[in-house]
């Protein structure tokens, strides 16, 4: 498929100097490590106004000076990997809904793009585009998918995160709309798990589970795992009102995250992968519950090396 490139759109001069800072730090220092952080009270409500001197991280323990800090609502890129088969038929309503709901908050200069999987892998976009920053257009394509098959969830997942490379925007994630179970994939989970860790991106989960005749199919288990390694969450929503909700508040935590950058310690014990924590302190605010990934896989490794 052609991979081409769209020139992003201008944005306010102020945020757009941050970026284009963030970015440069990236790309001067080549194994920075991005860490994208979401800061929550006691309540669950996101804390904002927190500055570099808050946060403390630690990579296998050891503590790293944060070399890059970025706060707030900067351009995306936003991928949505979608369950078309079987299973998810009667389901319709139910991923309509979710998917409205998390294209409402999409800023203009997003870079979006959709993959709906069932026997195989579909990039929604017509023409070979690689992005696009039309709601509509994300939502018509992906529709156009026809519904019916068996479910190449792993091979989905897979295809997103390598094409999420291609786009410029400094945060990156992946929004999976499914209900867990895979029955057609190439990939295994412990691949899947591996390009999760090597990617930068933040993986969530709307998990429309069921009870219908394919609920045996169904697996909560891979959409928690793949969520909680990157620093996501997994919803599990049973109403429509739940699933409203969920996707209400996976767009807030893409629009009030952290972004942290760090320069990986020397590699003396030849293990693939690291594990970073992130403590923050800031007075005033109470306990803190900071959610971010759980490490990060060492590019090059062998999967059969992933932990």
Wanted: hydrophobic share 40%; with cysteine; proline share 5%.
């Amino acid at each position: 498929m052609s991979r081409g490139v769209r020139k992003r759109a201008p944005v306010i001069p102020l945020l757009s100097a941050a970026l284009l800072l963030l970015q440069a730090v990236i790309s001067v220092h080549t194994e920075l490590v991005t860490v994208p952080v979401t800061v929550t009270d006691a309540r669950g409500r996101h804390v904002v106004g927190l500055g570099r001197e808050h946060f403390r991280v630690f990579e296998d323990g050891r503590p790293r000076p944060v070399a890059v800090f970025h706060y707030g609502d900067a351009p995306l890129t936003l991928g949505l990997v979608v369950d078309r088969s079987q299973s998810m038929l009667q389901k319709r309503a139910a991923l309509q809904t979710a998917v409205s709901a998390l294209l409402q908050s999409s800023r203009p200069d997003d870079e979006l793009f959709a993959v709906g999987f069932n026997d195989s892998v579909t990039f929604a976009l017509a023409g070979g585009r690689p992005f696009t920053n039309d709601v509509r257009e994300i939502e018509t394509a992906l529709y156009a998918i026809p519904a019916g098959g068996r479910t190449a969830l792993y091979d989905g997942v897979a295809e997103a995160l390598q094409h999420l490379q291609v786009g410029h925007a400094g945060r990156k994630a992946l929004v999976l709309v499914s209900d867990g179970g895979d029955n057609a994939s190439l990939e295994t989970s412990a691949r899947i798990l591996a390009l999760a860790r090597q990617s930068n991106a933040v993986i969530y989960a709307i998990g429309l589970l069921g009870t219908s005749v394919a609920a045996e199919e169904e697996d909560a288990g891979l959409l928690t795992r793949l969520c909680k390694d990157t620093g996501g969450v997994a919803y599990f929503p049973r109403s429509a009102e739940d699933i409203l909700a969920a996707s209400t508040s996976v767009a807030r935590d893409l629009r009030e995250q952290y972004t942290l950058g760090f320069e990986p310690g020397p590699r003396t014990d030849g293990r693939p992968f690291r594990r970073i924590d992130v403590k923050v302190t800031a007075d005033g605010h109470g306990r803190l519950h900071v959610r971010t990934r759980s490490g990060y896989l060492v590019a090059g490794v062998r999967d059969d090396e992933t932990p």
